[in-house]
């Protein structure tokens, strides 16, 4: 079908596939097994058996390689970088306890261990205002502990820098030229907003899962192009929206529950045409 606008799931046992045509109202669906650790092979099999990707307009793809990553815990290998005297925020989180009477709870580990949340001296006040400049040479000593490490992935989280980026953006700019095969994300761009440990976690968590997600991205990319797709690819968000590859692989965090969210938007858009308001979707 021309013009076509597919809509793809890769679950853990099937993918499955929803092509739908606007002009003729016409839609056609597949379903094939989903390749553990592949799961670029089963969405392109799915195309394969709705008639290769050709005369397809756009194709929606919904993912669950960064959840899957995230809690079975096969994501980078990951370091932090944090204003000194913050390193065990991820450690301390709200200071809440989910039952305040259990005295034996153990809780999760955080994703990256104490003795790779390393410390650079730096400080901005509230305000954004630099309160102590940021020392590269800091970043400098760090650098044999990243590389010996076998670091992959690294998180910059400094005090602040929601209200100023420019130290977060300095130390990236360092560790780009420096360790150019690291993957960086900070938190300025991922989750600028007020809250330590909320900020830090999200960082984390998004290079945690970047290096895998931008392989499979890239990959998929690659291999669509050579069934000819000459259209874009979005990425469904945890939010419901969309997104392009390019902020998809910048940002994979936004798509931890994009698998999720599709199945909700679709409940809505179903029950609205039944007439039913009251639905649970599962």
Sequence with gaps: MSGAIVGVDVGGTFTDLFLFDPASGRFQTAKVPSQRGDEASGFLAGLRALGGASGMAAVVHGTTVGTNALLERKGA????ITTAGFRDVLEMAKEMRYDIYDLLMVLPEPLVARPLRLEVTERLNGKGEVSIPLQLDNLEALQSKLLNENVEAVAVCFLHSFTNPQHEQAAAAWLHE????????????????????????TTGC???VQPLTERYLHR???DLSELGFRHHLYLMLSSGGITTLDTAARFPVRLIESGPAAGVLASVFYGKKLGEENLVSF
Excluded: C, D, F
């Design 206 to 208: 998004n290079a945690y």
């Design 77 to 80: 290998k990951l370091g932090v």
């Design 178 to 201: 420096h360790l150019p095969r690291l993957t960086v994300s900070i938190s300025a761009e991922v989750a600028p907003e007020i809250r330590e440990y909320e900020r830090m976690s």
């Design 220 to 222: 998929l990319q690659a």
